[in-house]
Every structure is written in C-alpha cells, then in structure tokens.
C-alpha cells in the first residue's frame, strides 16, 4: 500500500523536471519529464511509508542515514524544490498538513527558557565549523550582492554597511543589535560610525568570542555585549538594529518583540529588521529543518510582520525585499564547506556533514526556486523618522561596499 501511495505523490508532485526512482527491489520509476533530471535510489523499504506521511521529514533523514542516496544533490533540489512549491498535496498527505498548521504556534514556543535552549542547539556549536564556510567578519545572514562580481566577504560588507546607511546613524548615537552574532555588525558601526553598542545575544559561544572581539578592536568602551535576552533590555536606544533573529522570535511572540522595540525605541528612532521571510499566507516550518538545524525556526509571511506593526502604531518607513541574495550566499557557503569536509568531519563525523551539506543545499534552492526570500524592514514612530525619499539608500554605483561611499553619498 504504501509503495502505492509513494507513486501516487511522486505523480502528483513531479511533472515538469525528471525524477528517476530506483526502489529497493531494483525497479526503477520516472516522474515528470524535461530538465533538469536527478536520480534516487530508495536502499530502505521501511522508509516509504515515513516519506509517504511525511516527505520533507523522510527525505532529509533518509539521506542523512544513507536509506536514501542521492547522486547530486544540488540537482536534486533543483528538481524538487519547483515541484512542491505552491503544489496542493495529495488527499492523504492532508489531515497530517492540517495538524501541522493547526499546532504550528505551539511548535515556535519560545519562552526565555526555550529560547536559551534553541539557540544553543545552533549557535553554541564548535566555532571551528562556522570558520570552515563564513566569510572572514562570520557573518552568519544574507549577504548584499551589490554587485554580481562581489565575493562573499565583500559582499557580507556590503550588506553590514548598506544596514548601517540605512539606520542613519551619526558619531555617539546608541545602537541596540538583538542577536548580535559574533559581533561583526556592532563592531562595523562603532568603528566606522562612531556609534555606541549594545550586542545581546543567548548564545555563550557567540557572547564569548564577541567580546574578546571588542577587546581585540581596541572598543570595549563603545561595545557592550550581553549574555541577555532582547526581552530582558530596559534602556532607550537612538538605533535599533536586528540581523537574522527574527526567524528565532515565534508568531505567538510578535506582538511582545514589535511591543519591546517601540518601548526600547526613542520617538525619533528607527529599527531595522532583517529577516527570511516567505511569499504566500501563513505557514508551518519544513519538520526537518526545525528538527535539525533550528529548533523553534520560523521565517514569517510579510502579513505576520506587519499586523503586530500596526497593532502598536509604528511606521513602516521602508521595506526592501531581497531575493537571490540569500541563494548565492548559501551556494558560497556551501562550496567552502565542501572544500574542507574532511574538516568537518574531524570536527563530528560524516552524518553530520551529510546533514550540514542538506541543509546548505535545501535553503539555497529555496531562495532560488522556492517561497524564501529575505525581507529588510525598516521601522520607526513618527512618519519622518527616515529621508521621505529613498534616494539615500543608494550612495554612487561601483563603492556600495566602501563606507566611505556612504559617508560621502550622506554629505
């Protein structure tokens, strides 16, 4: 029965782009037709009936596990991710995606003690891994493809500064960053914008290296990181700047963030958001993702954003969507991991890079050929907080990753 219903989905869900199937029997089976084409061999009987109930699930752990093997991997999600992107699901995958929608809030609790628990799973991982893949600042979100030439770090650069541009910051003004990361962004606006930091961050590994980080630059005076949760803050921030934490926030929290931000914010303030968010209505998120790689994750739909927005009376000043950035930022990631491996795998052993390479690989179709996207919301009270023009947010083409453009363009 269940080999049955696994056919029926695969017909269901493949049809433009070809998927070749080979069973644990030795059969073989093609889905779909066209380019691009991608080949699966099925080596675990017992695993049809888990891919059948629950295929993002199945597939991640079967690959994972070696149940299922994959020839390219990267070709593989160029083939699927299309497929099941906006694809209504079979009638007997239904009452499982009903329950999922129907319990997904309670799927993102994260009270602070949560919250603690969830970052560390992530975060408080050997720092020697994120040095395998991320750029020399560890920038750990969307980099800013400003130009199509740019390489990950300067394109990482690019992004901190086009943020900073965006926040208007001036000498001495205080700037609150929610997930401050390793502190790369805290160090780029006090060093280069005069500004004053607070960095908070759940995570002991990031908060440890952030603040010897500090130390090192010579700014322990301006840089002030904090083992602390955003809820936990009570002084009254100029700036408000948050890089890859939202999704970490949780739908039943929005309200209490969006509520935080306008209490920490001055009346001439401004905040910006920079999430992964998705296009379409309000979701659940990929089981295996949060099973593995981030425990209470959740990239929220645009409308998800904006109602708690609303509901306290800020003003949307600015939102800029970035699309593909985020794609080519995990295919870079991805090719740097994959050079030291060998690495990685001293580091654990070879499921996880198997699951790390998943991971890399699932997130950059997405954003190429799925429903992410990242989303740059910037915030404030009164409806001047920004220029009522968004000339400003551009300094002269060809310097978009050298502050001193921005200086400059702002003059």
């Given at each position: 029965m269940w080999t049955a219903l696994l056919d029926v989905m695969l017909k269901h869900f493949f049809r433009h782009g070809t998927l070749h199937v080979t069973m644990p029997d030795g059969t073989s089976h093609r889905y779909g037709s066209g380019s691009p084409e991608t080949h699966v061999r099925v080596r675990d009987k017992g695993i049809i009936k888990d891919l059948v109930l629950n295929p993002e699930l199945a597939i991640g752990e079967g690959y994972m596990d070696g149940r299922i093997e994959i020839d390219d991997l990267r070709g593989f999600f160029a083939v699927a991710i299309p497929a099941i992107y906006k694809a209504e699901r079979p009638w007997f995958q239904k009452p499982l995606d009903l329950t999922k929608q129907t319990f997904r809030k309670l799927a993102q609790s994260n009270s602070l003690l949560k919250s603690r628990s969830n970052v560390s799973h992530h975060y408080d991982l050997s720092g020697e891994l994120?040095?395998?893949?991320?750029?020399?600042?560890?920038?750990y979100s969307c980099a800013y493809f400003a130009r199509p030439d740019m390489t990950l770090d300067e394109a990482q650069e690019a992004k901190k500064h086009h943020i900073a541009h965006k926040l208007r910051i001036e000498p001495g003004m205080k700037v609150l960053d929610i997930g401050c990361g390793w502190g790369g962004m805290a160090l780029t606006l006090a060093r280069d914008y005069g500004a004053h930091v607070v960095g908070v961050t759940l995570s002991k590994e990031q908060h440890a290296i952030a603040v010897k980080r500090?130390?090192?630059?010579?700014?322990?005076?301006?840089?002030?990181?904090?083992?602390?949760?955003?809820?936990?803050?009570?002084?009254?921030?100029?700036?408000?700047?948050?890089?890859?934490?939202?999704?970490?926030?949780?739908?039943p929290y929005y309200d209490q963030y969006f509520g935080k931000v306008?209490?920490?914010?001055?009346?001439?303030?401004?905040?910006?958001?920079?999430?992964?968010?998705h296009v379409g209505p309000p979701n659940y998120s990929d089981p295996w993702?949060?099973?593995?790689?981030?425990?209470?994750?959740?990239s929220p739909a645009l409308?998800?954003?904006?109602?708690?927005?609303?509901?306290?009376?800020?003003?949307?000043?600015?939102?800029?969507?970035?699309?593909?950035?985020?794609?080519?930022t995990l295919g870079h990631w991805h090719d740097r991991f994959m050079e030291k491996a060998d690495k990685a795998r001293?580091?654990?052993?070879?499921?996880?890079?198997?699951m790390w390479r998943y991971y890399l690989l699932a997130m950059e179709a997405a954003f190429r050929d799925g429903s992410l996207l990242v989303y740059q919301v910037q915030i404030g009270k009164t409806f001047t907080a920004?220029?009522?023009?968004?000339?400003?947010?551009?300094?002269?083409?060809?310097?978009v990753s050298d502050k001193d453009a921005y200086a400059k363009a702002a003059e």
């Open positions: 994120y040095d395998l893949f991320l750029d020399a600042d560890r920038q500090a130390q090192d630059a010579g700014l322990s005076d301006r840089i002030d990181i904090r083992l602390q949760d955003y809820r936990d803050v009570t002084e009254s921030f100029d700036r408000i700047v948050s890089v890859g934490m939202f999704e970490h926030v949780g739908v306008k209490d920490l914010l001055k009346d001439d303030g401004l905040a910006l958001i920079h999430t992964i968010g993702m949060v099973k593995y790689i981030f425990p209470g994750g959740y409308s998800e954003m904006v109602a708690p927005i609303d509901k306290h009376y800020l003003v949307l000043q600015d939102i800029e969507v970035l699309r593909t950035h985020y794609s080519k001293a580091l654990y052993d070879d499921r996880f890079v198997r920004a220029p009522v023009t968004r000339d400003y947010l551009y300094p002269y083409e060809g310097e």
